[in-house]
């Protein structure tokens, strides 16, 4: 038994079946790209030498209120203030 091809239509409007989609993903894993054209789009600022790993932690809503009120005063986000904390502590 013949299993039923889906049709899904685009956003644009067209229509496609699973055999065009087939056909068009074999075609990217055989086509060789040239990369040399793709610049990397701007992102993040690396912090250091990696990528940051971002590490969820609870704080209390009295403090989340001090480090916001601080972040405010001194112009800087709330994640610069508690890494200047967590890297004096270290420090010491």
Known sequence: MKKRQK???LKSGIV???SDIERM???VATRDFDL???TRLPGRP???KAV???VPVRIEPAIVKSIDRRAKIEGITRSDIIRQAINT???S
Do not use: I, W
Request: charge should be neutral; aromatic fraction near 14%; charged fraction near 30%.
């Open 52 to 54: 940051a790993q971002v």
């Open 25 to 27: 993903a074999d075609d």
């Open 46 to 48: 690396l912090m250091g």
């Open 89 to 91: 502590y270290l420090a």
């Open 7 to 9: 049709t899904y239509r």
């Open 16 to 18: 496609v079946k699973d």
């Open 36 to 38: 040399s054209k793709f």
